[in-house]
């Protein structure tokens, strides 16, 4: 996840990846699906200067989540839900992937005056009651591996009621051998607190020798790793594809968390299927005995208000916009107690029970799904 400068989300790949690129178009061609499963996800696209319109998103969901403290804002801080806060230390990250939830945000990088007042927040009164984890996000975090410390001392000083230390990232399929004995050095910092890395991977070709390496030796350190994967128009909207890579999950030891449907992010239509598509999906994939059922996703929808899983009863109506509205169980009171700033966005109202309705904008299973075929 990563910034935008002047607002131009410009491409960015590691040398790491330009070797993958090159390595699948001489053994399987550029019109492969093994080469379109890579270049779809990081070449930018013209179809990117194609906006959807209504119900694109600048930014990956519409509340307000920002914190004060002492009177003042917290910078790279967010709060959605009780047990969780969210700290994004850089926005920079090894490469863009091209439906980036947080694409068109500002670069910046937090200094360690915001650092610590964000581990003083976390343990402040009546926080401390309520926070019991941290997600470490960005950008990436394990691309700023020193501030990445800094946090970890701070957290331990100010807020031991902080009992496990998430971190997005995508390094082991970006950037393998940032995997170092450093990090790992920095990440064993953490205890006595839990470590859990979150990544992302969405195509069994992302699983190389090397990113596998990378993921156990992270393992060395962490005591859970688990995947997130966003459902990508031509990249992984099959039941061969999804049942190969959940496979490779349950071998390497990472927890299937999340099929993400990809969020509506201004000029990414292109990337996104309907929402019925990945229902389609995930009924394959959960009743049909395809692959064991210990390998199986939560298929969810990030909504203006925070993530919703889709099943039974979630799902109660279309309108003319081709937006769904989703039954959640967030409240408004919930929302103000954990942040009085908050505000309910225009997509989301309480039904009669004071439970938030949210609309959500759906994809389309038509139109293209485009890579830049341009020699590397």
Known sequence: MAGAKAAVFREKLTGYLRAQLSRLEAAHGRD???????????????????????????RHYESEVHIHYDGKPLRGVERL??????????????????????????????????????????????????????????????????RLEFIFTQLRAHAPNILIYRIGTRVPVQDPERVSKDLLGILRAAAPAKIEIGTQVNHPSELTPEARQAYAALYEVAFKIYDQTVLL????????????????FRYMGIEAHYLFHCIPMKGMAHHRTSVRRGLELMQDLTSSG????????????????GKVSLYHGVILERNEDDEVLLQTRYRVEDFKRRNPSWKAPASA????????????????????????????
């Open 32 to 58: 492969s699906a093994e080469y379109r499963a890579l270049a779809l996800q990081y070449a930018k696209s013209p179809l990117e200067d194609r906006h959807a319109g209504r119900g694109e998103r600048e």
């Open 81 to 146: 839900y009780r047990r969780t806060i969210l700290i994004e230390p850089t926005t920079v990250c090894a490469a863009h992937c091209r439906w980036c939830l947080r694409g068109q945000y500002p670069l910046f990088s937090l200094s360690e005056d915001d650092i610590v007042r964000a581990a003083r927040y976390c343990g402040s009164a009546p926080v401390r009651d309520d926070l019991r984890e941290i997600l470490i996000t960005g950008g990436d975090p394990l691309m700023v591996p020193q």
């Open 233 to 248: 128009k031509g990249v992984n909207d099959s039941v061969d594809v999804l049942s190969r890579l959940y496979d490779d």
């Open 290 to 305: 395809a692959f064991s059922g210990r390998a199986k996703p939560m298929y969810t929808v990030m909504t203006d208000i």
């Open 349 to 376: 109202q309480p039904d009669k029970d004071g439970t938030l309705r949210v609309w959500y904008p759906d994809g389309a299973d038509d139109g293209p799904a485009e890579a830049a075929h341009e020699k590397r």
